[in-house]
């Protein structure tokens, strides 16, 4: 009897060292597929804010080109800060 009683026990601590190796594999796997998961997301969105900044950046340049926001500074026809000087005799 004590030599099935010791065998029943090592059957059980058998069992609950595998259960408990297959709990730390399955939280590994968490681990790693919530690192990938998140990755992804981060990427995902950098790309997303890039390209919403880029569109708005684009829209503002095209509005102050176009004074799509009421009369103002036509940089369109600005002189750029040029200096003009007359050239010739009684000019």
Do not use: C
Request: glycine share 14%.
């Amino acid at each position: 009897m004590a030599n099935q009683d010791a065998a029943s026990r090592a059957a059980g601590y058998t069992l609950e060292g595998k259960r408990a190796a297959y709990a730390m594999r399955q939280a590994i796997d968490d681990a790693k597929a919530n690192a990938i998961n998140v990755g992804l997301s981060g990427l995902a969105n950098l790309a997303y804010n890039y390209a919403g900044n880029k569109y708005n950046q684009d829209l503002l340049g095209w509005g102050m080109r176009h004074n799509a926001w009421g009369p103002g500074v036509s940089y369109k026809n600005s002189k750029g800060g040029k200096v003009r000087r007359k050239r010739g005799i009684g000019f």
